[in-house]
């Protein structure tokens, strides 16, 4: 017959009281180191291989595989260990401080507020001590006795702490799911931009909705008991988030008809820049400026939009200059094309082009016309480099530009002002 684990602990010299808790804090030192060593080696292939499981713990995927590890071969020595004695406790301990800092990582990795991760690691913490130990009953039991009465429901101190644990669970759920969908949706590549946004905020939608109507099934809540107020409640609150729900199907008709996309360059009303993000409830636009103006959604289905880039991203400028009446037409024109030209952020094609457009009161009126690719990176930018060349090669070839004169005529013989 094979010895047990308690005949192989008989054979110990010494006194057991000692030596088995020695034993124990050994196996579970043993074991924490043990599985930080699995864990340095295997989080870099994991993390490559599971890149988006990665990305979503946001660099706690390390520490995460460590207490895991570490959790699961002591729930098997805790299992293993003769109940009853102080070197149990030890190694129940060990378990419970392991599944605690598991949750810490988890939770912390998903920025859960540390106000909730710290009384869920408690409790979690003192939940495993007590069941490893065989005394989780009395801690339930003392739980369950602080509440009070609601008619027919009871609410006790054990049922509001279980649904504080289920809410942050699920929470964290959701955070972790939408960040692994998320980032799959962002390395597909048979997508575009604007369709993995829509994909990425359809899913997050759902994943919101089965969250909810599992959380309502753990917390055993019955939706049969809001019928008598569920009609004013939906209406209130159909009023109240009108707004919030308009712009949410504005946002998801935007990326849909794909009528604005992340990087194209729109006005709407005093608003220029270029779009940076879609959300939920507006449209983020940064300006020039380096300023984030928040449009939103309903805004971009109502209102009339320009974009610069819907169909192409090419955007003509248009350049003014004057010259004098004297200066050489045909070198002026040909110097203002070269100006164009010059300028790195000028395309070749289409070509820039230079119209005469009117004779003005004191100097002959012309437009150059250039094109740019990347309206983003601003427009007055452009039109200053074309004519900080044009001034240096007008000056080099006598190319005047003429200023505003105004000429008084005074009458001698007129009468004076004063008698």
């Keep these: 017959m094979t010895p047990g684990l308690p005949d192989l602990l008989s054979l110990l010299p010494g006194d057991p009281a000692i030596v088995h808790p020695l034993v124990a804090l050994a196996l579970a ?33 390390r520490p995460i595989l ?26 129940s301990a060990a378990l419970a401080l392991s599944l605690s800092l598991l949750a810490v990582h988890i939770l912390r990795s998903l920025a859960i507020a540390r106000l909730a991760v710290l009384p869920i690691a408690l409790l979690l913490f003192v939940m495993v001590l007590s069941g490893s130990s065989g005394g989780f009953a009395p801690v339930a039991d003392m739980l369950d006795g602080v509440g009070l009465d609601l008619g027919r429901r009871r609410v006790s101190l054990l049922g509001l702490v279980s649904m504080a644990a289920i809410c942050v669970a699920l929470f964290a759920l959701v955070r972790l799911a939408n960040r692994i969908v998320g980032r799959s949706i962002s390395r597909a590549h048979g997508l575009d931009a604007t369709q993995k946004l829509l994909a990425q905020k359809l899913a997050a939608i759902v994943v919101v909705v089965a969250a909810f109507f599992i959380g309502v099934d753990l917390l055993g809540i019955d939706l049969t008991a809001f019928t008598v107020f569920s ?22 008709i935007l990326l849909m ?23 939920v409830r507006a449209v983020s636009v940064i300006t020039r400026d380096g300023k984030e103006h928040l449009i939103p959604n309903e805004n971009l289905m109502t209102q009339e939009v320009e974009n610069w880039s819907y169909s192409d991203r090419n955007v003509r400028v248009r350049i003014p200059v004057g010259i004098g009446y004297d200066s050489d037409l045909k070198l002026a024109q040909e110097l203002m094309l070269r100006a164009a030209q010059e300028s790195p ?29 990347d309206p983003e990176s601003g427009v ?7 004519l900080g060349r044009l001034w240096l090669l007008f ?25």
Aim: proline letters at 5%; aromatic letters at 8%.
């Design 345 to 373: 952020r000028v395309l070749r094609n289409p070509k820039p082009n230079v119209w005469l457009t009117a004779f003005g009161e004191n100097r002959v009126e012309h437009d150059i016309l250039v094109w740019i690719s």
């Design 395 to 419: 000056r080099e070839h006598g190319i005047t530009i003429p200023y505003p004169q105004r000429v008084i005529h005074a009458a001698r013989d007129s009468a004076p002002l004063f008698p």
């Design 380 to 386: 007055g930018n452009v039109k200053s480099d074309v």
């Design 29 to 61: 030192v043993a074991i924490h180191l043990v599985a930080s060593a699995v864990a340095r080696f295997a989080s870099p292939r994991l993390r490559h291989r599971f890149r988006a499981l990665g990305e979503a713990l946001a660099g706690h995927l």
């Design 257 to 279: 008809d794909r009528s604005i996309k992340p990087g194209d360059v729109i006005v709407v009303g005093d608003s220029f820049g270029w779009v940076n993000k879609i959300g």
């Design 66 to 91: 460590r207490h895991a590890i570490a959790a699961l071969v002591m729930t098997l020595a805790v299992a293993f260990w003769p109940i009853g004695d102080f070197a149990h406790l030890i190694l």
């Design 231 to 252: 009609g004013a409640l939906g209406l209130a609150v159909g009023f109240g988030l009108q707004k919030t729900f308009g712009n949410l199907i504005a946002g998801i």
